[in-house]
């Protein structure tokens, strides 16, 4: 390895953070709208298009709630200060999040951000509604190596992960309350190249032919995922598993 490309290489990593988080600034207005439309359709979203734990009386007593947030404020308080690399990480949340509501297939899919409680303590990062069949998904992200997060999670994917401040869809297709105490868990992994330029279009407002292909990779990415962990876990899980790999392979041929 030349001497200088280590350089070069913490040059262009630190490029692509900054870049990060100038997009994510840029989508903050985005972001709001679609929480704002998520609210329109019986969301119980705030401006970030995170669940809002805070509006989940009666499922739980106030104290509960309050206690949660105590709990998720503490982690985020411990969190390393200053880490650049945590931008690229925040924007592949942001990016997906409007991309599969108002991109990708043909929005049959709703995607909320969890509460800060679920996504610190419970390790979920969003949570995955199918309009059509009701199934709901929790997502983990990852800009780096997705079988390392499998391997990570293996586990919590074998006992199916909680979501304790969660949504679901009823017959009606209204959002309603519900604690999640076995939910199938899928990690999705994007390249940082990737999230940026996906940021970009939305950004711009306008849809790519490589977003369009990016949409399609995704759902292959989870047709794939859903077909891999079927092997891994409980019969009843393996039958959720199938629901969602009938999903995804239908959304890839979108």
Known sequence: MPKESLPE???ERADVYETAGRYLEQLKPLLNEEARALEARGFLV????RIAADRFEP???KDEITADAKKASEIEVAFPKDVPEKSIGDLLEVAKTLAINRLWFGRRLVVVRTSKFDDYVNGVDELVLDTKTREPVALVDDTTNVDA???EL???VRRGTQVKY???????GAAQKISYARLPI???ELHASEVLALAADLTKGKTSEETRKLGRTVAEHLEQESARLMEIVSPEQRLQYEKLLKIFRELAVL
């Open 154 to 156: 293996r586990d919590k």
């Open 149 to 151: 997060k499998l391997h």
């Open 9 to 11: 290489r913490e040059a």
């Open 46 to 49: 705030h401006g970030d298009c």
């Open 59 to 61: 499922l739980y007593s």
């Open 186 to 188: 899928l990690v999705l």
């Open 166 to 172: 969660g949504l679901r869809l009823d017959a009606q």
